[in-house]
């Protein structure tokens, strides 16, 4: 079992920065596969960026070069720090994990529902 809780959504301007940050409780963090996944206003859910077991990362073209994705095994952590936002960046987020040894890059391509655990997700608003 894992819970998730994410924080750090906002509003900002086109061009700032933000920090998204989930919180798991498991016991087997350091061997989940975590990722963002986001849902833009009137839009299908997609896959931000994912991280793997091995601290492989894979991310969405169209957040390659501006987002990063990482993880803290110490303390069960992941973020997702969001730099140069554009106005299409808005949506929903929310992190997922899920056990099985899945790469970053299958994880990428997988659908949502694919994913067992999720957070409650944040809100994310770029103006600009």
């Known amino acids: 079992q894992v819970q998730l809780v994410d924080s750090g959504g906002g509003s900002v301007q086109a061009g700032g920065s933000l920090r998204l940050s989930c919180a798991a409780t498991t016991d087997t963090y350091v061997r989940t596969l975590m990722g963002w996944f986001r849902q833009p206003p009137g839009k299908e859910r997609e896959g931000v960026a994912f991280?793997?077991?091995?601290?492989?990362?894979a991310y969405a073209d169209s957040v390659k070069g501006r987002f990063t994705i990482s993880r803290d095994n110490t303390e069960n952590l992941l973020y997702l720090h969001m730099d140069s936002l554009k106005v299409e960046d808005t949506g929903n987020y929310y992190c997922?994990?899920?056990?099985?040894?899945?790469?970053?890059?299958?994880?990428?391509?997988?659908?949502?529902?694919?994913?067992?655990?999720r957070s409650q997700g944040t809100q994310v608003t770029v103006s600009s």
């Open positions: 997922v994990a899920d056990l099985r040894p899945m790469t970053a890059i299958q994880a990428l391509r997988a659908p949502h529902y694919a994913f067992r655990y």
């Open positions: 991280i793997d077991r091995d601290v492989r990362t």
